[in-house]
Every structure is written in structure tokens, then in C-alpha cells.
T-cell receptor, first 114, second 111 residues
Framework: AQSVTQLGSHVSVSEGALVLLRCNYS??????LFWYVQYPNQGLQLLLK??????LVKGINGFEAEFKKSETSFHLTKPSAHMSDAAEYFC????????????FGKGTHLIIQP | NAGVTQTPKFQVLKTGQSMTLQCAQD?????MSWYRQDPGMGLRLIHY???????DQGEVPNGYNVSRSTTEDFPLRLLSAAPSQTSVYFC??????????FGPGTRLTVL
């Protein structure tokens, strides 16, 4: 079984500041890890994914995440926040193969202050 | 290539009514799934299917029924709607590296 913990249901940063959204996971097998973004009244869009290749993963819109096995973390970062980054962000894990679906964190609402 | 489509976008039901949420994908993915999204809960897996004729339960299956007669379609049925089923429902299909593609969602209110 796997689980995901996202620290902070709301994160507020100033425009131009560093964005850091935290995600810790537990998995009994090597995981696949994902970050999704959800804009208001829309579906989920994949930002980036970790699939056991490079530990530093680059995604769309300038986001990246680093897989740290020793810390069981997959934190999402962006060097400089834009107003358009305001959205809900979800970390998700899938434990290896098998037919089960993704396990999602509860989400972090990112607020960008002008 | 439309990806994953869902209908309707919005629905209001009365307690006890039944309805079917439609989901279709044109990516020839074998794996499809349904999630519900509730405030502060993230997304939770309701049912999934690994191919035509094969379905299984996820984390929160009670009150929902699914079938998979074709690769493209994966409808979700509510047999007797309850207020606790008020939620936003997302259908997804899975491609390589377990990447899931989500539909735009159906916002359901049960009165």
C-alpha cells in the first residue's frame, strides 16, 4: 500500500519568489511519482513524473521536482512564481506495476501575492 | 484526438434517482478509472478497469457500479443517489509509465 502526504493545504508566495510545495510518500515498492495541477473548474493536468530514470525531473511551466529516496520526498519547486501559477497542486504515487490506480495527496492550494 | 471526454459537465439529482456518468477515450488505453474529488480529500479511486470486460473496485466503490464493454467507454452508474455522493467525478485513462490522462470532470449535486 502507498500513501502521500502534502505539507500545507495552502501556500502563499509573492510573485517572483521561489515556490516550494512539499510531498512525502510511502510505498512498499519503488514508486512512480507525479505532480498534477488543477486550475479552477478544470481537470487535472500532468506537470511532471518520476519513473526511476533521473532523480531531478523537469516539467512544464518551469516546474521541477527532485526524488529523494532517503527522505521519501518528491518536492515541487519553481524558481520564480508567476500569477498564472495560482492553482491546486496534487502529488500522487503509484507503487510499481499492477492494476491499482494512483494514490493522491490532499492537495496544496498555491496563492500568488502581487 | 480528443483525449478523455466526460458528459455531462454538471448534474443535479434528487436522492434516490439514478444516473450514468459517461466517459470515453480515443487513445486506445486499456486501463481506465474513476475518481471522486472532495474538498480537502484529494482524489479517491472508485473503480477501475484493465480492459474490456474486466473491472475492479478501488478505495470508495460503495454506491457505484461500472462496466466496460469496449476499450473506449467506461461509464459510471449511480443506482440510487445519496447526498454523500455530491462530488466532482473524474475519469482517467492510463498510458505509458503509468501516466494518467484526466477528463474535464462532472460536477454532481445530490439534493
Amino acid at each position: 500500500a502507498q500513501s502521500v502526504t502534502q505539507l500545507g493545504s495552502h501556500v502563499s508566495v509573492s510573485e517572483g519568489a521561489l515556490v516550494l510545495l512539499r510531498c512525502n510518500y510511502s510505498s512498499s515498492v519503488p514508486p512512480y511519482l507525479f505532480w498534477y495541477v488543477q486550475y479552477p473548474n478544470q481537470g487535472l493536468q500532468l506537470l511532471l513524473k518520476y519513473t526511476s530514470a533521473a532523480t531531478l525531473v523537469k516539467g512544464i511551466n518551469g516546474f521541477e521536482a527532485e526524488f529523494k529516496k532517503s527522505e521519501t520526498s518528491f518536492h515541487l519547486t519553481k524558481p520564480s512564481a508567476h500569477m498564472s501559477d495560482a492553482a491546486e497542486y496534487f502529488c500522487a504515487v503509484k507503487g510499481g506495476g499492477g492494476a491499482d490506480g494512483l494514490t493522491f495527496g490532499k492537495g496544496t492550494h498555491l496563492i500568488i501575492q502581487p | 484526438n480528443a483525449g478523455v471526454t466526460q458528459t455531462p459537465k454538471f448534474q443535479v439529482l434528487k436522492t434516490g434517482q439514478s444516473m450514468t456518468l459517461q466517459c470515453a477515450q480515443d487513445m486506445n488505453h486499456e486501463y481506465m478509472s474513476w475518481y471522486r474529488q472532495d474538498p480537502g480529500m484529494g482524489l479517491r479511486l472508485i473503480h477501475y478497469s484493465v480492459g474490456a470486460g474486466i473491472t475492479d473496485q478501488g478505495e470508495v466503490p460503495n454506491g457505484y457500479n461500472v462496466s466496460r464493454s469496449t476499450t473506449e467507454d467506461f461509464p459510471l452508474r449511480l443506482l440510487s443517489a445519496a447526498p454523500s455522493q455530491t462530488s466532482v467525478y473524474f475519469c482517467a485513462s492510463r498510458g505509458g509509465y503509468n501516466e494518467q490522462f484526466f477528463g474535464p470532470g462532472t460536477r454532481l449535486t445530490v439534493l
